[in-house]
């Protein structure tokens, strides 16, 4: 085992202790969950030290400074294409899964334009880019959406970009081995043997049957989820082009239109979108991933 997964292996024994349902107090005066760093041993506190995680990051983000925060990140080189691209392949391969969220990341940080905050017409959201309208004394607890992230779980939201592209600036580049890009390639051929009319819900078990991906439920659905946002996997219900924004509000719009959306199903757009018949964008693909081919 490498010293990056034995590293891995241990903040996730990390998180598994200090992030449980139970071992979190709701703060009203923050409006967020702070979590009791006393059920660690001091070996934990001490590898918490080492790497320099906090137990605890309650952070008041506004609109307007947050679109400022993300347009400035799109400026640092330390956060290139190249990288956040080939950290998802290593999430695909299982080796990084950190590096989930990179294409997403990296499409709000080119496309998203400078707005005001812009209410939406059905939501508790900015119709632009989606940041939650919170009370005004409320914060994140920006080391639960680190935790998240570490675990493989994706965030289409500008407070979750925010997020991970602050703390990437602290991690080393994480480039892909030719085992993650042989894993995207075979998981994108299963995606594009799919049959007309297959939906996501029977794709994702699929998936799990065939073995494709490593991890659980949620982690695979975070992956489909960042394809399907790129628009490597397409959908019938708004078309997702290379070089467009789309407003948060139209694409959860588009979404109450869909059978996959309804009832008791967790799907969302643009993932809920996709259908067999669809397949993959094979020149999607080649234009985000060609040079790792």
Known sequence: MSSMQTEYKKRLALFKKLYPYHNGVYDPALGVSLYDETVLSD????????????ANDPVRLE????????????QDNRLSEARLTGEFIAAVGDRYRRGVNGPISLRYMK???????????????????????????????????????????????????YTDLTERLELPVVPPVREDVDTLKRLL????????????????????????????????????????????LPNIGLPITPNEW???EEMVEAGMQLDTTQGRSDLEMPWAGWRGQLGVDWDRVNAVFGWYF
């Not at 334009?113 to 119709?127: D, F, I, Q």
């Not at 919170?134 to 994706?154: F, K």
């Not at 394809?227 to 490597?232: H, K, M, R, T």
């Open 63 to 74: 609109h307007d400074a947050l679109m400022t925060s993300i347009v400035e990140l799109g």
């Open 189 to 232: 051929k299963v995606l594009d043997e799919s049959t007309e009319g297959e939906k996501p819900g029977a794709l994702e078990k699929r998936l799990s049957a065939a073995k494709v991906l490593s991890g659980n439920a949620g982690t695979r659905r975070a992956l489909l989820s960042v394809l399907a946002g790129i628009g490597v």
């Open 43 to 54: 070996a934990d506190k001490d590898f918490m030290q080492e790497i320099g995680w906090k």
């Open 246 to 248: 789309i407003d948060h």
């Open 111 to 161: 496309l998203l334009p400078e707005h005001p905050y812009r209410p939406a017409r059905k939501l508790t959201s900015c119709g632009v880019c989606g940041y939650y309208e919170h009370a005004p004394t409320d914060h994140w607890n920006l080391s639960e959406i680190r935790e998240s992230l570490w675990l493989g779980h994706a965030w289409a939201s500008p407070t979750g970009v």
